[in-house]
Antibody, heavy 119, light 109 residues
């Protein structure tokens, strides 16, 4: 059973870069699946940030593309998200996910990590 | 961008009743690309239905999904206490790759 665990700072200052990592266990980051980030502002709905594959180019939400960088570390079986120039609007719970075995949906989720943007 | 509109915003029902949640897409969405999730307070979303009508692993058969054109429905045949949560529909395939509806809160009446 694939398990995902987010890690990173819970507080980021405005204009700085948010950096998160997702550790994958119970499966390989090189399994051919797509690994995504989804966020949820307090009391609001879900927003897909982007996805990455171990050997293909990433796909990102056009609303965030200019600020998003994603990467895969095969040696550590993990993937990462960087979101630059953050503002208070980036305050959210950030989830790492994996697409489902059947595709086109997100079948595996981390527990989520709350990130607050504040000085 | 395909917009998914869920209704109602809040649904108040009692355990044992039938729940019908709606998700309408602003343009054509393949049934293969429509999913439903359940989210309880303080938890990550959980995949319930994929391909509009296929239950994910471990999901009870009281949950079912259906599609008609751009209208998708999640039905819970007989509500259990643990079913009261927020439900999201999600589509895959147009930029952005994944978009979600705004959610329906299913609350105990």
């Amino acid at each position: 059973q694939v398990q995902l665990q987010e890690s990173g700072p819970g507080l980021v200052k405005p204009s700085e870069t948010l950096s998160l990592t997702c550790a994958v266990s119970g499966g390989s980051i090189s399994s051919g699946k797509w690994w995504s980030w989804v966020r949820q502002p307090p009391g609001k709905g879900l927003e897909w940030i982007g996805e990455i594959h171990h050997s293909r180019g990433p796909h990102t939400n056009p609303s965030l593309t200019s600020r998003v960088t994603m990467s895969v570390d095969k040696s550590k079986n993990q993937f990462s998200l960087k979101l630059s120039s953050v503002t208070a609007a980036d305050t959210a719970i950030y989830y790492c996910t994996r697409d489902s075995d059947s595709g086109y949906s997100l079948g595996y989720w981390g527990q989520g990590i709350p990130v607050t943007v504040s000085s | 961008e395909t917009v998914l509109t869920q209704s109602p915003g809040t649904l108040s029902l009692s355990p044992g009743e039938r729940a019908t949640l709606s998700c309408r897409a602003s343009q054509s969405v393949s049934s293969s690309y429509l999913a439903w999730y359940q989210q309880k307070p303080g938890q990550a979303p959980r995949l319930l239905i994929y391909g509009a009508s296929s239950r994910a692993t471990g999901i009870p058969d009281r949950f079912s999904g259906s599609a008609s054109g751009t209208d998708f429905t999640l039905t819970i045949s007989r509500l259990e206490p643990e079913d009261f949560a927020v439900y999201y529909c999600q589509q895959y395939g147009t930029s952005p790759l994944y978009t979600f509806g705004q959610g329906t809160k299913l609350e105990i009446k």
